[in-house]
């Protein structure tokens, strides 16, 4: 579920940099991810895959961490 997204321009002109952050949450997990290009929506598909990623890695971490637990 996306939480948040938010855009600013790094720098002026017609070429501008452009830098996205957004928020996901997923089960209780909430992460962050960021992105910058000149194109927004490169920016933005960039926070988001980023944001995915790691949420993907800490949800992989916890499943791992009950597998170590289960065995004890």
């Avoid at 996306?2 to 209780?28: C, F, H, M, P, W």
């Avoid at 933005?44 to 065995?71: F, P």
């Amino acid at each position: 579920l996306l939480k948040a997204y938010i855009v600013k321009a790094i720098t002026g002109g017609t070429d501008a940099q452009g830098e996205v952050s957004v928020r996901v949450e997923e089960n209780g997990i909430t992460v962050t991810g960021h992105g910058s290009d000149t194109d927004i929506i490169i920016a933005s598909a960039q926070a988001y895959l980023n944001a995915l990623n790691k949420l993907a890695d800490l949800i992989k971490q916890h499943a791992r961490a009950e597998q170590k637990i289960g065995l004890c």
